[in-house]
Nanobody
């Protein structure tokens, strides 16, 4: 069973920052595309950001310029730095790893942004 362990969620005021972390097994970290998705209450899950093993990144338009995804090879950890948070960013954030048809998901961490 592949475990992706997320941390870093919490309550923050609008305009503030949070950093989410996702620790992965080395083989997953080195071979899979990793990313973050989020699901707000009553909404479908949406992809927020992805990063490839070669550090190529992609972001959904809603977070461009505010969120940054990065990989730390020393600790097999993927980070999501979230700045200028808005109430609309409130959601459960999930870390995932994807390679072709194979996907692994973390359990999620709640981010609440108060306005």
């Amino acid at each position: 069973q592949v475990q992706l362990v997320e941390s870093g969620g919490g309550l923050v005021q609008a305009g503030g920052s949070l950093r989410l972390s996702c620790a992965a097994p080395a083989i997953i970290f080195n071979l899979y595309i990793m990313g973050w998705s989020r699901q707000a209450p009553g909404k479908q899950r949406e992809s927020v950001a992805t990063i490839t093993p070669y550090d190529s990144t992609n972001y959904t338009d809603a977070v461009k310029g505010r969120f940054t995804i990065a990989r730390d090879k020393a600790s097999n950890t993927v980070y999501l730095q979230m700045n200028s948070l808005k109430a609309g960013d409130t959601a459960v954030y999930y870390c995932y790893a994807k390679a072709n048809a194979i996907e692994h998901w973390g359990k999620g961490t709640l981010v609440t942004v108060s306005s």
